[in-house]
């Protein structure tokens, strides 16, 4: 393990100092996230400014929502997109012959090797967005504790989905698109489940689980989540992690490298 965390700290230090080259992008990384940001809340208040509320939800606890939201979009943009962009081209270009050479898990490799500090303002935005939503509704320090844990599976069930679908790069190869559905599977958890129709609501807990990015994490920490949910993120988490490293070694099986 000690090894795994040098490594993964050259891997970050370098990139974090070849994207400070350009620090201008930090600026407008901020700037767009700041619109973003008020793109986002203006649409929220589109739906409160009658007196129209989602089912159960205030429009300071659809706010937290909507920071988790932006956290994780954040997190998607600082971690995520980076490597993923990152496992198309070693695949386009052959070199993923290098990574699988390496005498480290090539997963591992593909899913730390970048990290990209434009992401880092959406971050920060939707912690703020939280704790402003969380302070006018009294919440204590013990109720964000409570959203950590199902956040950390939806975080798992996040980086799982995205990397099955990197891994779809090697029948595919050119696959740059599949961002956008990473960005897109991100949208429907702007707002609570309860949003959404009844198909709707099914299709985003039981397909493609975007319910346990936001949702559940802020039913946590409003007190209103059951250990029912929590314990299904968790198992879901668990599956779908080992499935991702079990669908890429079978994909692996299809890799011809850039030498034979």
């Avoid at 986002?40 to 606890?61: A, D, I, K, V």
């Avoid at 968790?234 to 030498?259: D, H, K, M, N, P």
């Amino acid at each position: 393990m000690n090894r795994y965390f040098k490594v993964l700290r050259l891997f970050w230090s370098t990139a974090i100092a070849v994207e400070l080259e350009y620090r201008l992008n930090f600026l407008i990384a901020t700037i767009t996230s700041i619109a973003n940001l008020v793109g986002s809340l203006f649409g929220l208040f589109l739906f409160y400014r009658t007196g129209y509320t989602f089912q159960g939800w205030s429009w300071q606890e659809a706010t937290i929502v909507l920071g988790l939201f932006t956290l994780l979009q954040g997190f998607s943009a600082t971690f995520l997109v980076p490597n993923l962009n990152s496992i198309v081209r070693q695949v386009e270009l052959g070199t993923l012959d290098f990574v699988l050479l390496k005498p480290i898990s090539s997963q591992f490799w593909l899913s730390m090797k970048t990290i990209s500090p434009w992401g880092l303002p959406d971050l920060f935005f939707g912690i703020v967005l939280i704790v402003y939503a969380g302070t006018n509704l009294g919440l204590a320090w013990h109720n964000y504790l409570a959203s950590l844990i199902p956040l950390c599976f939806g975080i798992v069930i996040l980086y799982s989905l995205w990397f099955i679908l990197g891994a779809t790069s090697i029948w595919f190869v050119k696959v740059y698109n599949v961002t956008e559905v990473l960005r897109g599977l991100l949208e429907a958890g702007r707002y609570p489940m309860v949003a959404y129709p009844a198909v709707y609501r099914f299709f985003f807990t039981f397909i493609v689980p975007v319910a346990f990015l936001t949702t559940v994490p802020a039913q946590a920490m409003l007190n209103r989540s059951e250990l029912t949910w929590i314990f299904g993120a968790a198992i879901l988490a668990v599956i779908l992690f080992g499935f991702s490293i079990f669908f890429w070694q079978f994909a692996l099986r299809f890799y011809t490298s850039a030498s034979s």
